[in-house]
């Protein structure tokens, strides 16, 4: 049950809500990563898989999404993953974590100087495959925006085909594959893959190779999602903006393939509110954060889907 060892500041603003926010990650006894709405109560938010509220903003939101909750909590989560930190109290005074970069380097650069106790992360270890699709999604939705999206991918020509499946895993690791489809040619089709072990390496490999890739949008969308009461807090500091023709970006990229390693990232984030580490291989084909949720809860609606090691 590793915590931090001191506390840890961030202000910013948050990505979709725009306003100013600061996130304070405090030591816990507790085990578990849980938030503190300081701006509404005392009462705390388990940043688990089981209490995700809301996944439909492009974000993972954890707790009541008509009460007290906070949004877009995967970078965050994907940091603590990489820093071997599962316990902490997290108080914050708005709804949403600050998005900072786009990415989660600089949670994890701040985390990661701060130190964390001695402890180890109960293993969660995947013993029969479990898989969700776009369409089961979909199905899950209320009627009414079941037929907005409809008809929102029949605008855009994107189909809902993707899928996101855990198996077992030959080794004692958590296997990662990203693959995503756009029409825009700046993406098209790009594969990502990645491996965490638990060694220096792997964790390096992430810090190296992943952990700056930001989030992405189209620039001709966001005053279309702005009007809607997403990323009013999106700028060329914290998003890729793709060009009108998608043919390519308004601010430079880190990586031609920067849009699907930042989609590691979400799903690093995401399989952390398992609340330990998933053993087994992951694999995604153009999925999303309900996808990734959804995954979890199929995986422990049946015991013999996982067997735990306790740390």
């Known amino acids: 049950m590793p915590t931090i060892k001191k506390s840890v500041k961030f202000s910013g603003v948050g990505i979709h809500s725009g306003a100013p926010v600061t996130m304070v990650v405090k030591p ?12 509404l109560d005392k009462n705390l938010i388990h940043a688990k898989y089981d209490n995700v509220g809301d996944t439909k903003m492009r974000n993972t939101t954890i707790g009541d999404i008509d009460a007290a ?35 989660a380097i600089e949670f994890y650069n701040k ?13 969660i270890i995947v013993r029969q495959p479990v898989c969700v699709t776009a369409r089961d999604v979909f199905r899950s939705l209320p009627f009414l925006l079941r037929v ?28 990662m594959s990203a693959t995503l489809v756009y029409r825009e040619k700046i993406i098209g089709r790009q594969i990502f893959s990645y491996t965490y072990d638990g060694t220096k390496k792997s ?63 979400d799903a690093v984030g995401d399989m952390f509110t398992s609340g330990g580490i998933i053993i087994g291989n992951f694999e995604s084909y153009k999925g999303s954060h309900a996808m990734n949720n959804m995954v979890l809860k199929k995986l422990f609606s049946n015991p ?3 067997d735990i090691i306790d740390a």
């Open 203 to 265: 964790i390096q490999n992430f810090v190296k190779n992943i952990a700056r890739a930001r989030t992405f949008g189209k620039y001709s969308e966001w005053e279309y999602l702005k009007k809607h009461g997403m990323a009013r807090g999106a700028n060329e500091n914290n998003v890729i903006a793709l060009n009108d023709n998608g043919d390519g970006t308004l601010n430079k990229t880190f990586w031609p393939d920067e849009f699907v390693r930042h989609k590691i990232i």
């Open 28 to 39: 816990s006894k507790k085990n578990g990563i849980f938030f503190r709405r300081t701006d």
């Open 69 to 103: 909750h906070v949004k877009t909590i995967e970078h965050f989560m994907a940091a603590m993953f990489m820093a071997g930190i599962d316990s902490a109290i997290v108080e914050i005074d708005g709804p949403e974590t600050p998005i900072l970069d786009g990415s």
């Open 111 to 123: 985390i990661l100087a701060a130190g964390r106790t001695e402890g180890k992360i109960k293993k």
């Open 148 to 175: 907005k999206i409809w008809f929102m991918n029949l605008l855009s020509g994107r189909r809902a085909d993707g899928f996101v499946k855990l198996g077992p895993a030959e080794s004692n690791s958590l296997n």
């Open 304 to 306: 013999d889907n996982y």
